[in-house]
């Protein structure tokens, strides 16, 4: 015997990741934003406060953005830490025992966003089509 179900009216769109370069933008002008503000406060003398905030940017850009916007996201964000929250300031320069590490923290906190995002987004995949039990 065939029993019929009603679908649930109106399914949600599991929305698409942001363009690469949107997520690009966002990491620049975030990042320049943040170490703007950090300055301002004064607190670039720990760079590690400085570190941390660009990580949270990282991970909460990687959210909407694609996994291969991740290491550009960590190097644009590498790169405005390194210019400005470091001495010497205004020029790039590699420190062999600290810059791998922040160029890890900072890749590993965008992948980590991504791989939240895409998860929640598959869930809400998952789910958007329910049956209709007759109370809605």
């Known amino acids: 015997m065939v029993k019929w179900q009603y679908i649930a009216k109106g399914a949600r769109v599991v929305p698409e990741p942001v363009a690469t370069p949107f997520i690009w933008t966002g990491a620049c002008s975030g990042a320049f934003v943040m170490v703007t503000v950090l300055d301002l406060l004064g607190a670039l003398d720990r760079t ?74 598959a869930r809400a995949a998952y789910r958007r089509i329910s049956t209709y039990d007759g109370t809605g």
Not at 52 to 73: D, E, H, I, K
């Open 48 to 121: 590690e406060l400085a570190l941390t905030a660009l990580s949270v940017l990282a991970a909460l850009l990687g959210v909407r953005g694609r996994f291969a916007a991740a290491p550009g996201t960590a190097l644009l964000c590498w790169m405005l830490l390194n210019v400005f929250a470091t001495h010497p300031t205004g020029e790039i320069s590699w420190a062999g025992h600290r810059d791998p590490e922040w160029m890890a923290c900072l890749l590993a906190a965008a992948l980590i966003g991504t791989t939240a995002g895409r998860v929640v987004h």
